[in-house]
């Protein structure tokens, strides 16, 4: 290549670095105005030192949160803005930025004019000369005071609210869709009997002692129902189940299931209270029967004796009184039968294995004559049941279950069933009355609750469903295991 060659290519680049320079130099004034406009408008307090910590530029927000002017700060040292206790952090923030090192978000405590503590959010960048050589450093200040203020009150609310989910006296749990256990309180895990990681994270249905039963709440909830006083059972560590009484509801959020919240409660004192008074009650019952038959009814027994003696005297003798002495001893046989009746009603059932079925014959007898309605026993084979505590609510179950046909249903005839398949005994009462229908809990009376009292006091289960061809159904299941539980328990 020629000189000239060289010099004709050289020429344009340096024309054109030189239009460069020119417009960089034309161009810098501007962006310059424009950085010195952001800054001053900008929300953030932005302001310099140098590294002595002399303050040489400050702008309007900086005048705005620490109450300084320009003309009160520009020129004196930034310690005024350093609270006692905090100047061995800010020397060694400078030592980083004298490091070349940027410091960001650092939150501290800075003061105000007046004296006032806040709380900033800072940014240190160090800042250079034309020759890059560090001669001070930059700062934006944002005010957080008020954030901080903000979640300062929500970390006490959430701690208050963390306190109060684990110091409940009543079981807490939080429960996903599908039926894990996000979350439980304290009383939850002593109903269960386990250690937290135990049940966190675990199945519903793994503490559930009926898992079709948890599966049924589930869907309640998922459904958008509430539960409230829903009796079911929990498994606990040792393997005894506890009853409880559950409240429960979801939380939704933009239509999204987020968990269910249950409310627990141990009723297994109570439920053992209400046994040992219906057992209590159901012993003087029973002894104020043998009362009634082995006293009264022999007391009456003697004077209905004494007066047919009185009677066939009279009558020898031809008197006319003979007629008044056969009306009191008729009278006396007719106290002597009601007396029977009355301590047959107060214990039905005999203390024996067959007692039950035999009793329940009775029921069917008496309903019969009484009530002009047929009724009858269908028992195809022995049904022994040698637990006098489950027979005795099995009976009492069949005869609410009979009167609440009559009363309600006005049916021509009556069945009652018992029989025993595997390891559950099974009752049922079933008439062709006018039927009950569709039984929401508002409508469930105090005959089907004391049913339902009945059969949970024996594990059991009852329920009341329209009878296929018309009528009513009350069926109760019952384990006959719990005959053998109930008697190692006394």
């Not at 950085?35 to 929300?43: D, F, M, T």
């Not at 439980?184 to 079709?212: C, K, S, W, Y």
């Not at 039968?337 to 294995?353: A, D, K, V, Y």
Request: hydrophobic share 40%.
């Amino acid at each position: 290549m020629t000189r000239a060659s060289r010099a004709n290519t050289k020429g344009p680049t340096r024309r054109n670095s030189k239009v460069a320079t020119r417009a960089a130099r034309f161009a810098w004034p501007e962006m310059r105005s424009q950085l010195a406009a952001i800054v001053e408008h900008s929300n953030d307090a932005i302001f310099s030192r140098t590294f002595d910590g002399i303050v040489t530029t400050w702008n309007a927000a900086a005048e705005r949160i620490f109450g300084f002017t320009a003309a009160e700060i520009v020129g004196r040292s930034s310690r005024v803005l350093l609270p006692q206790g905090k100047r061995d952090d800010f020397r060694k923030l400078v030592a980083r930025i004298r490091r070349g090192e940027v410091v960001e978000h650092y939150e501290t405590e800075r003061l105000r004019k007046d004296g006032q503590r806040i709380h900033v959010s800072l940014t240190l960048s160090p800042v250079r000369d034309s020759r890059r050589h560090l001669i001070g450093f930059s700062t934006i200040a944002r005010d957080v005071t008020d954030e901080r203020r903000m979640k300062e009150l929500i970390a006490r609310r959430e701690h208050q609210l963390q306190d109060l989910f684990d110091e409940a006296s009543v079981g807490l749990a939080l429960i996903a869709k599908e039926g894990t256990i996000l979350r439980t309180n304290q009383a939850f895990l002593d109903i269960v009997g386990r250690p937290a990681d135990g049940v966190n994270g675990h199945a519903l249905v793994e503490l559930h002692a009926d898992a079709m039963a948890a599966e049924t709440l589930l869907k309640q909830l998922a459904s958008r129902q509430t539960l409230h006083n829903v009796p079911t059972e929990l498994r606990a560590s040792d393997g005894q189940t506890r009853p409880v009484l559950v409240d429960a509801n979801a939380l939704w959020e933009d239509g999204n299931f987020v968990h269910s919240r249950w409310f627990v409660r141990d009723i297994s004192r109570r439920k053992q209270l209400e046994r040992e008074l219906l057992e209590l009650s159901d012993r003087e019952r029973r002894g104020f029967a043998q009362e009634l038959h082995d006293g009264l009814g022999q007391q009456l027994g003697g004077i209905a004796y004494l007066g047919n003696v009185l009677r066939e005297k009279l009558a020898e003798r031809g008197a006319g009184e003979a007629s008044d002495a056969e009306r009191i001893f008729n009278l006396v046989r007719e106290a002597i039968e009601h007396t029977r009746r009355i301590s047959r009603g107060l214990s039905p059932i005999r203390p024996e294995p067959e007692g039950l079925v035999l009793a329940l014959r009775e029921l069917a007898h008496q309903t019969t004559e009484l009530f002009r309605v047929r009724c009858r026993l269908q028992c195809r084979k022995p049904v022994p049941v040698e637990d006098s505590v489950l027979a005795g609510h099995l009976f009492r179950i069949a005869q609410e279950a009979v009167s609440n046909a009559l009363k309600h249903g006005k049916p021509h005839h009556i069945t009652i069933r018992l029989g025993r398949v595997r390891n559950h005994f099974k009752l049922v009462v079933a008439d062709d009355g006018k039927g009950i229908g569709t039984l929401s809990p508002t409508r469930q009376g105090l005959g089907l609750h004391i049913m339902q009292y009945r059969a949970g006091l024996i594990q059991g289960t009852v329920t009341v469903q329209p009878r296929r061809g018309g009528g009513t159904e009350v069926i109760c299941t019952a384990p006959a295991s719990e005959a053998k539980s109930r008697k190692r328990s006394r």
